[in-house]
């Protein structure tokens, strides 16, 4: 089974599903049954147009030309014979609630960027070039540092968590429809839900033991000696809090 195509561009991306095309841009997801839409022309090299039953067109948008025929091929070749002349009135929408736009996360980014080099520069400019060389190497520090710290923590969290009320079943290594060997095991919990982990991937074994949590099956590890667990985690750890806390005495050491 192929899986669904996706033709996006920025903050906008429409999903075709075997019954309707799913159009997300921003809060707002549009549902367009296959059946209330006519056909599909291309509109430039990256976009297309929908037109719909009743004569109303919508314009998607494509990251390039190759994706964007491709989709036009994929939506063309999925639509049914019989369509339903009420075209737009078959189309729904529905609010997904507050979500951060591209432009947002690129403005947040600069603001930050800016914010560091002026910070370097005035640690700099009033407390001479080499405590502005400590501020940027204690900033640069920090950036690394902190998602670090906080995987170490989150790490050992879940291993405490799975420690108190795991279950441990026995994983399968997944293969493609092609025979080929996947970098995963697969595992069933006690609902007959599947999940994946990655976790043993450059193992050569045809099943590994996992444990997992099973109010959040997504949370999971492969069962390792208690020594292994220990050692790695001090030492992640460790390596974690020290680029930290040279972040820290960087970025503070002007000042203090």
Same mark, same amino acid.
């Given at each position: 089974m192929l899986s669904p195509q996706v033709l996006s561009k920025g903050d906008q991306y429409t999903v075709l599903r075997p019954d309707r095309l799913t159009m997300t841009e921003g809060r707002e997801i549009t549902h367009v049954p296959l059946a209330a839409v006519q056909e599909v022309r291309p509109d430039g090299d990256k976009a297309l147009t929908i037109v719909l039953t009743d004569g109303v067109t919508r314009r998607l948008q494509g990251g390039n030309a190759y994706a964007t025929s491709a989709f036009l091929t994929a939506v063309t070749a999925a639509l049914p014979e019989r369509r339903d002349p009420a075209g737009s009135a078959l189309v729904t929408t529905e609010d997904r =609630? $507050? *979500? +951060?736009? *591209?432009w947002q996360v690129w403005t947040g980014g600069v603001a930050f960027l800016a914010a560091c080099v002026g910070y370097v520069w005035w640690t700099g400019s009033t407390h001479g070039d080499g405590m502005g060389m400590a501020a940027f190497g204690g900033l640069f520090g920090l950036i690394i540092g902190v998602p670090l710290t906080f995987l170490a923590f989150d790490g050992v969290t879940n291993r405490a968590v799975l420690r108190r009320r795991g279950i441990t079943v026995a994983a399968t290594r997944h293969y493609h429809p092609n025979g080929k060997r996947a970098s995963w095991y697969k595992f069933t919990?006690? @609902? =007959?839900n599947e999940h994946t982990t990655s976790y043993g $991937? %450059? #193992? @050569?074994? &045809?099943? +590994?033991h996992v444990v997992y949590d099973p109010e959040r &099956? @997504? #949370? %999971? $590890? $492969? *069962?390792?000696p208690l020594y292994s667990t220990v050692v790695k985690f001090l030492f992640g750890g460790g390596v974690s809090l020290a680029i930290l806390a040279l972040g820290l005495w960087g970025v503070l050491a002007p000042y203090i």
């Open positions: =609630g $507050a *979500v +951060i736009k *591209v919990d006690t @609902s =007959g $991937a %450059n #193992r @050569s074994t &045809p099943e +590994i &099956p @997504s #949370r %999971n $590890a $492969a *069962v390792e």
